[in-house]
Every structure is written in structure tokens, then in C-alpha cells.
């Protein structure tokens, strides 16, 4: 199978991209559309057959479920039940990076949620992906459109890197916004649990309701056995406190800001996240930083931390998953 990249930016662009994808989805088959925070691969969330081919695409384990994405709200009750204090968050932070882990209706196929009980949903504000999934008029199942266990794609060129020859289309939108996937919570009685941190942060959500965080979510370091090793380059990362330990060479450096007088020629390639220690901007570029070292031919990458607080705390867990977890093996 080749797979076709078209543009989806000038509005000729867009309509044309939007015909040939929504083609496509109608006819049981994979697309990768662009999100506000990642690349994703969609199909037609009701339709078994054809949610199946992401995970061959994927080669995603079974047990790994899916995000719904909805044309629009009036799909929520239809694909979940009512869950008290979900109305307001979704008012304030659809359509956005936020997705909800809600008790699933009969509708939606045990294939995407695994088999659980509750299906994530979640409602994209990006404009290719809304004119694909208002003219498709039904949900669709998309994880990110990588394969299994690597680097989100956070560009068109990511996703052919990924899964060139697997997928018939990639529409392209441009690189994604906030370049971290979205915040998934479950919500239970005033009380969000957060799942997996992302652009909306625990600030943002403490408004809401008193917020924790799940084991999973990486806001406490796990201990390093237990690290779920994901988001990984190819090359082992490890941590700069770490990296001295080793003498693998040459190494690599995924810095945050630059530090004046500083020596850093021990590097053969050097990504700042942000000269200016803007964390947006350090999320928006992180996963397409990492690509780039991954192909620079050093033995190893070593990370900054960054702040812990607001999106450096999203920061901070997908570095860790991606982190090695013995540097010096
Ligand atoms: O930003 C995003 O969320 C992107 C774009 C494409 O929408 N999607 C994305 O999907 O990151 P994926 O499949 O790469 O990650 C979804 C995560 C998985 O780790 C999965 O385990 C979790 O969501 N998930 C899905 N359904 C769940 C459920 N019912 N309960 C708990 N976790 C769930
Ligand atoms: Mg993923």
C-alpha cells in the first residue's frame, strides 16, 4: 500500500483533503488527520472492522484502548452515561486537549475500549480534523499515529516516518499545536484523577474540583523498575544527573535553556527546548527535538529536567517514559 500525503492548508487544499479522507473512513479504512496536540490515526470508532486496522497499523496490543473523538456534543450521550460534575469541564475545555474517561454505552465496540467498562472521549479543536469529522457525522477512534510505544508525531513527515506503506492517507496540517498529547481524566464525585498529564494542567483543572493524580500520570516519580518505557527514542535517554555515570560517546543534549559560560562541547548535537525557557513553546517543539536527535548519530541523549510546574509537569512525564532504564547498559 503507498500512502498518499496531501495538504490540507489552503482551502481548496483542505475541501479536497477532506473528500478524500472522509472517502476513506467511510469505507472501513485508516486515515492520519492532524490534532491540536498530535498526529492521529482514525477510523470509524463504531465500526470493528475497521478499528482493527489501527492496531495492525499500530501493532498496538489489544489491551490498549483507544480515544473516542466526537463530531460534536450531542454524541456524548450516546456513547457514555451521565457523570455528575462533567458538564463544566467540558463547557470550558471542549473543543481542546482535554479527554474524559467516562462509563461506556452498549454502542461502542469492546474492540476500542479494551473490554473496560469506560471509554475515553475527547472533542479535537483542530481545524482539519473537524471539517474530516463533521463531514464524516460519526465518532472517530484515534490514538496517535505512531507505532507502538514511540515518539508521538507532531508533524505530517513524523507519521510517514512512522507508518509509510501501512496507511493509504496523511492529511497534512502543519505541525500540531501543543505537541503533548491531551490531559486524560476520570472524574468521580467532584474529584479529578488525572491519568495522563498533558496541556490542560492540574491549575487549570483545580477549578473544577480537587485534583490527584494516578500513578500512571508521572507527576511522582515512579520508581525506576516500574518505569512503563514509552514515548522512546530508538537511542537510550537518560537524565544529565544520571549521564556522568556513563561513558557511552559520544552523547547527545536535549537542553532546556542555554546556561552562559557554560562548556557544552562535549555534545555532537545540542536541541534547546527553549532559549527563553518558555515551556509552551518547549512542549509544542519537545517530540519532533527528539526525532531529530534520535537521528543524529550519538550513542545517547541526555535530558534536562525542566520546572516541574504547569506544562513542564507533562514535560517531565513523557521524558521519563522515554528515559532508558539502565544508562549505562
Ligand atoms: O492527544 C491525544 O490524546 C491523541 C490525539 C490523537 O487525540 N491521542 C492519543 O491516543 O494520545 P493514544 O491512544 O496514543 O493514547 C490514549 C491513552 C492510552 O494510553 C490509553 O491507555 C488511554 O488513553 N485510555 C484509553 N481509553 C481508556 C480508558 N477507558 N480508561 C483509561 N485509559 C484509557
Ligand atoms: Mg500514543
Known amino acids: 500500500m503507498k500512502t498518499l500525503t496531501l495538504p490540507a492548508s489552503a482551502s481548496d487544499d483542505l475541501s479536497r483533503a477532506v473528500l478524500a479522507a472522509t472517502g476513506l473512513l467511510e469505507r472501513g479504512e485508516v486515515v492520519a488527520l492532524p490534532t491540536e496536540t498530535v498526529y492521529g490515526l482514525a477510523a470509524d470508532a463504531l465500526n470493528p472492522d475497521a478499528v482493527l486496522k489501527i492496531f495492525a497499523a499500530k501493532e498496538r496490543p489489544f489491551f490498549d484502548p483507544l480515544i473516542v473523538h466526537l463530531p460534536a456534543i450531542d454524541w456524548l450521550p450516546r456513547i457514555t452515561e451521565r457523570e455528575p460534575g462533567v458538564e463544566r469541564l467540558i463547557e470550558r475545555f471542549w473543543p481542546g486537549p482535554l479527554t474524559l474517561v467516562l462509563p461506556k454505552r452498549e454502542s461502542v465496540p469492546d474492540l476500542v475500549t479494551s473490554g473496560l467498562p469506560t471509554v475515553a472521549v475527547r472533542m479535537s479543536a483542530n481545524s482539519v480534523f473537524r471539517a474530516v469529522i463533521e463531514r464524516f457525522g460519526k465518532p472517530l477512534a484515534a490514538p496517535s499515529a505512531n507505532r507502538f510505544g514511540r515518539i508521538s508525531p507532531t508533524a505530517a513527515r513524523h507519521v510517514s516516518a512512522e507508518l509509510d506503506g501501512r496507511i493509504p492517507l496523511i492529511l497534512d496540517g502543519g505541525p500540531t499545536r501543543f505537541g503533548l498529547e491531551s490531559t486524560i481524566i476520570s472524574v468521580r464525585a467532584e ?46 535517554l537518560v537524565f544529565a544527573d544520571v549521564a556522568g555515570e556513563c561513558s557511552a560517546t559520544p552523547m547527545s543534549l536535549l537542553g532546556f535553556v542555554p546556561v552562559t559560560g557554560k562548556d557544552y562541547s562535549r555534545f555532537v548535537a545540542i536541541e534547546w527546548l527553549s532559549e527563553s525557557g518558555d515551556l509552551r513553546e518547549a512542549a509544542a517543539t519537545l517530540f519532533a527535538k527528539l526525532r531529530r536527535l534520535d537521528e543524529s548519530g550519538a550513542g545517547m541523549i541526555v535530558a534536562e529536567p525542566v520546572p516541574e510546574e504547569g506544562l513542564g509537569i507533562a514535560i517531565m512525564d513523557r521524558l521519563r517514559k522515554a528515559a532508558h532504564r539502565d544508562p549505562c547498559a
Open 191 to 236: 474529584r479529578i484523577c488525572v491519568l495522563r498529564s498533558g496541556p490542560i494542567t492540574p491549575e487549570q483543572l483545580a477549578e473544577f474540583g480537587s485534583v490527584e493524580f494516578s500513578q500512571m500520570a508521572g507527576k511522582t516519580p515512579d520508581a525506576p523498575g516500574q518505569l512503563k518505557s514509552h514515548y522512546a527514542p530508538r537511542t537510550p
